[in-house]
Nanobody, 122 residues
Framework: QVQLVESGGGLVQAGGSLRLSCVAS????????MGWFRQAPGKEREFVAA????????DIADAVKDRFTISRENAKKTVTLQMNSLKPEDTAVYYC???????????????WGQGTQVTVSS
């Protein structure tokens, strides 16, 4: 069993930055890939980014590839999503999850956090 807690969301103006963090419970954090998804009102949950257990490989959605960065610190059981040059269309609830690198569907991820709201004003 893994529990995930996200933080770092908030309200920011377009062009600004936010740094989301996700802290995991459990003793085998470094053995599994971690991902970030987001869900805007009225839309399906979509893949944003993922990182391998060692942190050596990442996978970033095309929509955010030049603006978002994912990283992890296994000693702190934390995965981070650095979001720069934010746009109003980035507004969504952002979720971290345990899953498989290279897969972008929600059913490839097993454990989910409660989400953190990101709102980007124009």
């Amino acid at each position: 069993q893994v529990q995930l807690v996200e933080s770092g969301g908030g309200l920011v103006q377009a062009g600004g930055s936010l740094r989301l963090s996700c802290v995991a419970s459990g003793r085998t954090f470094s053995s599994y890939a971690m991902g970030w998804f987001r869900q805007a009102p009225g839309k399906e949950r979509e893949f944003v980014a993922a990182i391998s257990g060692t942190g050596g490989s990442t996978d970033i959605a095309d929509a955010v590839k030049d603006r978002f960065t994912i990283s992890r610190e296994n000693a702190k059981k934390t995965v981070t999503l650095q979001m720069n040059s934010l746009k109003p269309e980035d507004t969504a609830v952002y979720y971290c999850a345990v899953g498989r690198l290279g897969l972008h569907t929600t059913n490839a991820y097993d454990y989910w956090g409660q989400g953190t709201q990101v709102t980007v004003s124009s």
